[in-house]
Protein backbone atom coordinates (compact mmCIF):
# COMPACT_ATOMS: atom_id res chain seq x y z
CA UNK A 1 0.00 0.00 0.00
CA UNK A 2 1.47 3.55 -1.35
CA UNK A 3 1.81 5.90 1.95
CA UNK A 4 2.71 9.20 1.64
CA UNK A 5 5.94 10.32 3.80
CA UNK A 6 4.32 13.58 5.65
CA UNK A 7 1.83 13.46 8.64
CA UNK A 8 0.25 16.07 10.65
CA UNK A 9 0.93 16.78 14.88
CA UNK A 10 -0.91 14.19 17.14
CA UNK A 11 -1.74 11.66 14.74
CA UNK A 12 -1.83 8.30 14.58
CA UNK A 13 1.22 6.94 12.64
CA UNK A 14 0.73 6.45 8.64
CA UNK A 15 2.09 2.95 10.03
CA UNK A 16 -0.99 2.74 12.13
CA UNK A 17 -3.16 3.49 9.60
CA UNK A 18 -1.61 1.45 6.87
CA UNK A 19 -2.64 -1.41 8.92
CA UNK A 20 -6.31 -0.07 10.63
CA UNK A 21 -7.58 0.42 7.14
CA UNK A 22 -6.25 -2.78 5.66
CA UNK A 23 -7.99 -4.59 8.31
CA UNK A 24 -11.19 -2.28 7.63
CA UNK A 25 -11.58 -3.38 4.09
CA UNK A 26 -10.47 -6.83 4.02
CA UNK A 27 -12.34 -8.19 6.95
CA UNK A 28 -14.69 -10.80 5.52
CA UNK A 29 -17.99 -8.87 5.53
CA UNK A 30 -16.86 -5.70 4.60
CA UNK A 31 -18.68 -5.50 1.12
CA UNK A 32 -17.10 -3.21 -1.56
CA UNK A 33 -15.34 -5.23 -3.78
CA UNK A 34 -13.60 -2.27 -5.25
CA UNK A 35 -11.83 -1.22 -2.24
CA UNK A 36 -10.60 -4.90 -1.54
CA UNK A 37 -9.34 -5.39 -4.77
CA UNK A 38 -7.95 -1.40 -4.33
CA UNK A 39 -6.12 -2.84 -1.25
CA UNK A 40 -5.08 -6.09 -2.93
CA UNK A 41 -3.56 -4.47 -5.74
CA UNK A 42 -1.85 -2.10 -3.54
CA UNK A 43 -3.27 0.98 -5.16
CA UNK A 44 -4.40 2.46 -2.29
CA UNK A 45 -2.56 6.08 -1.62
CA UNK A 46 -2.71 7.39 2.01
CA UNK A 47 -2.15 10.25 3.88
CA UNK A 48 -2.47 11.88 7.01
CA UNK A 49 -3.96 15.45 7.59
CA UNK A 50 -5.16 17.42 10.60
CA UNK A 51 -8.90 18.23 11.47
CA UNK A 52 -11.89 17.36 9.03
CA UNK A 53 -12.49 21.05 7.48
CA UNK A 54 -10.03 23.05 8.32
CA UNK A 55 -8.28 25.35 5.81
CA UNK A 56 -4.44 24.89 7.08
CA UNK A 57 -3.90 21.61 5.60
CA UNK A 58 -5.98 22.55 2.11
CA UNK A 59 -2.53 23.14 0.44
CA UNK A 60 -1.06 20.04 1.19
CA UNK A 61 -3.89 17.75 0.26
CA UNK A 62 -4.39 20.12 -3.27
CA UNK A 63 -0.54 18.83 -3.93
CA UNK A 64 -1.45 15.65 -2.98
CA UNK A 65 -4.32 15.49 -5.02
CA UNK A 66 -2.81 16.97 -8.06
CA UNK A 67 0.12 14.09 -8.12
CA UNK A 68 -1.90 11.43 -7.51
CA UNK A 69 -4.27 12.76 -10.34
CA UNK A 70 -1.47 12.46 -13.00
CA UNK A 71 -0.12 9.11 -11.07
CA UNK A 72 -3.19 7.17 -12.19
CA UNK A 73 -2.80 8.81 -15.59
CA UNK A 74 0.48 6.50 -15.69
CA UNK A 75 -0.94 3.87 -14.30
CA UNK A 76 -2.64 0.29 -15.79
CA UNK A 77 -3.84 -0.36 -12.48
CA UNK A 78 -7.44 -0.95 -12.51
CA UNK A 79 -7.95 0.20 -9.57
CA UNK A 80 -6.68 3.08 -7.81
CA UNK A 81 -7.66 5.26 -4.88
CA UNK A 82 -6.07 8.11 -2.80
CA UNK A 83 -7.52 8.17 1.09
CA UNK A 84 -7.35 11.83 3.06
CA UNK A 85 -7.29 10.67 7.18
CA UNK A 86 -8.16 13.77 9.36
CA UNK A 87 -7.39 12.37 12.85
CA UNK A 88 -7.70 15.88 14.64
CA UNK A 89 -11.08 17.12 16.61
CA UNK A 90 -13.42 14.81 15.15
CA UNK A 91 -16.69 15.62 14.46
CA UNK A 92 -19.42 14.86 17.22
CA UNK A 93 -21.88 13.11 14.91
CA UNK A 94 -23.02 11.97 11.75
CA UNK A 95 -24.49 15.47 11.01
CA UNK A 96 -21.44 17.55 11.82
CA UNK A 97 -19.10 15.18 9.71
CA UNK A 98 -21.37 15.80 6.55
CA UNK A 99 -20.94 19.61 6.92
CA UNK A 100 -17.05 19.67 7.30
CA UNK A 101 -16.79 17.10 4.75
CA UNK A 102 -18.25 18.95 2.00
CA UNK A 103 -16.71 22.48 3.74
CA UNK A 104 -13.13 20.65 2.78
CA UNK A 105 -14.73 19.36 -0.44
CA UNK A 106 -15.45 23.06 -0.97
CA UNK A 107 -11.82 24.59 0.16
CA UNK A 108 -10.53 21.83 -1.77
CA UNK A 109 -12.33 22.61 -4.91
CA UNK A 110 -11.50 26.88 -4.75
CA UNK A 111 -7.51 25.97 -4.31
CA UNK A 112 -7.65 23.50 -7.26
CA UNK A 113 -5.60 26.17 -10.50
CA UNK A 114 -6.87 24.14 -12.70
CA UNK A 115 -9.45 26.03 -15.14
CA UNK A 116 -11.49 22.77 -16.35
CA UNK A 117 -13.96 20.54 -14.85
CA UNK A 118 -13.90 17.11 -15.64
CA UNK A 119 -15.03 16.76 -19.53
CA UNK A 120 -18.21 14.67 -19.43
CA UNK A 121 -19.48 15.73 -15.35
CA UNK A 122 -21.69 18.25 -14.52
CA UNK A 123 -20.20 20.65 -11.79
CA UNK A 124 -23.32 21.53 -10.20
CA UNK A 125 -23.95 19.26 -7.38
CA UNK A 126 -27.52 18.59 -7.83
CA UNK A 127 -27.39 17.66 -11.28
CA UNK A 128 -27.79 13.78 -12.02
CA UNK A 129 -24.34 13.80 -13.66
CA UNK A 130 -22.59 15.95 -11.23
CA UNK A 131 -19.37 14.19 -9.97
CA UNK A 132 -16.53 15.88 -7.62
CA UNK A 133 -13.50 17.05 -9.97
CA UNK A 134 -10.09 18.43 -8.81
CA UNK A 135 -7.14 19.04 -12.01
CA UNK A 136 -9.89 17.71 -14.37
CA UNK A 137 -10.02 14.31 -12.52
CA UNK A 138 -13.64 13.18 -12.03
CA UNK A 139 -14.15 11.17 -8.45
CA UNK A 140 -16.97 9.73 -7.14
CA UNK A 141 -15.73 10.54 -3.38
CA UNK A 142 -16.65 8.34 0.06
CA UNK A 143 -16.45 9.51 3.68
CA UNK A 144 -15.10 7.34 6.36
CA UNK A 145 -16.82 8.22 9.92
CA UNK A 146 -16.41 6.44 13.42
CA UNK A 147 -20.14 7.23 14.31
CA UNK A 148 -21.21 6.95 10.62
CA UNK A 149 -25.10 5.46 10.15
CA UNK A 150 -23.85 2.83 7.85
CA UNK A 151 -21.40 0.19 9.22
CA UNK A 152 -19.36 -0.07 6.48
CA UNK A 153 -18.38 3.47 6.75
CA UNK A 154 -17.65 2.89 10.29
CA UNK A 155 -13.59 3.72 9.90
CA UNK A 156 -11.08 4.51 12.89
CA UNK A 157 -11.21 8.08 11.88
CA UNK A 158 -12.64 10.54 9.64
CA UNK A 159 -11.51 10.06 6.55
CA UNK A 160 -12.61 11.13 2.41
CA UNK A 161 -11.49 8.27 -0.32
CA UNK A 162 -11.25 9.89 -3.85
CA UNK A 163 -12.21 6.86 -6.14
CA UNK A 164 -11.44 7.60 -10.14
CA UNK A 165 -14.84 7.62 -11.73
CA UNK A 166 -12.42 5.85 -14.53
CA UNK A 167 -12.57 2.49 -12.59
CA UNK A 168 -16.39 2.69 -13.24
CA UNK A 169 -16.10 3.47 -16.70
CA UNK A 170 -14.46 0.76 -17.34
CA UNK A 171 -16.15 -1.57 -15.46
CA UNK A 172 -18.99 -0.27 -17.72
CA UNK A 173 -16.94 -0.78 -21.08
CA UNK A 174 -16.22 -4.42 -20.14
CA UNK A 175 -19.70 -5.52 -18.99
CA UNK A 176 -18.86 -6.06 -15.52
CA UNK A 177 -20.44 -3.08 -13.82
CA UNK A 178 -24.08 -4.20 -12.96
CA UNK A 179 -22.66 -7.45 -11.82
CA UNK A 180 -20.51 -5.74 -8.94
CA UNK A 181 -23.22 -3.04 -8.37
CA UNK A 182 -25.36 -6.37 -7.32
CA UNK A 183 -22.91 -8.08 -5.57
CA UNK A 184 -21.66 -4.97 -3.64
CA UNK A 185 -25.52 -3.69 -2.96
CA UNK A 186 -26.31 -7.57 -2.00
CA UNK A 187 -23.26 -7.59 0.92
CA UNK A 188 -24.23 -4.31 2.46
CA UNK A 189 -27.53 -5.40 2.73
CA UNK A 190 -26.12 -8.71 4.18
CA UNK A 191 -24.00 -6.35 6.66
CA UNK A 192 -26.67 -3.62 7.23
CA UNK A 193 -29.68 -5.01 6.52
CA UNK A 194 -30.94 -2.22 4.86
CA UNK A 195 -30.03 -0.94 1.20
CA UNK A 196 -28.54 2.38 1.80
CA UNK A 197 -31.33 5.10 0.85
CA UNK A 198 -29.05 7.30 -0.86
CA UNK A 199 -27.77 4.64 -3.33
CA UNK A 200 -28.85 5.49 -7.01
CA UNK A 201 -27.04 4.65 -10.62
CA UNK A 202 -25.33 7.55 -12.24
CA UNK A 203 -27.75 9.61 -14.17
CA UNK A 204 -30.33 9.13 -11.99
CA UNK A 205 -30.01 11.66 -8.80
CA UNK A 206 -26.83 13.26 -7.79
CA UNK A 207 -24.22 10.70 -6.42
CA UNK A 208 -23.19 13.94 -3.81
CA UNK A 209 -26.30 12.63 -2.11
CA UNK A 210 -23.93 8.98 -1.51
CA UNK A 211 -20.50 10.64 -0.16
CA UNK A 212 -20.89 11.24 2.90
CA UNK A 213 -23.00 8.31 4.14
CA UNK A 214 -25.55 10.61 6.14
CA UNK A 215 -28.73 10.19 5.12
CA UNK A 216 -30.41 13.02 3.38
CA UNK A 217 -34.30 14.00 2.09
CA UNK A 218 -35.93 14.47 -0.63
CA UNK A 219 -35.59 18.44 -0.41
CA UNK A 220 -31.46 18.40 0.68
CA UNK A 221 -29.72 20.70 -1.41
CA UNK A 222 -26.31 19.68 -1.41
CA UNK A 223 -23.92 22.86 -0.18
CA UNK A 224 -21.06 22.85 -3.08
CA UNK A 225 -21.10 25.16 -5.56
CA UNK A 226 -17.99 25.71 -8.00
CA UNK A 227 -16.16 29.22 -7.36
CA UNK A 228 -17.03 31.15 -10.69
CA UNK A 229 -13.63 31.50 -12.43
Not at 4 to 17: G, N
Not at 21 to 29: A, K, N, P, S
Not at 168 to 173: N, P
Not at 193 to 215: C, H, K, M, V, W
Request: proline share 6%; with cysteine; charged share 25%.
Amino acid sequence: MAIAESQASDSPSLSEVQDTFHTFVTRDEFPCLGARATVGQDACTIDLFGSLGDDRDIARLSDHLHRFGKSIEESDRSYNSFVAVFPSLPPNTEAEFDERAWKHLQLLSDSDKSSSWASGRSDKPNDPEFSFSFAGVPYFVVGLFPLSSRTARQFAWPALVFNPHALFDRLREDGNYERMKSLIRERDVALQGTLNPNLADFGEISEARQYTGARHGHEWKCPFHRKAG
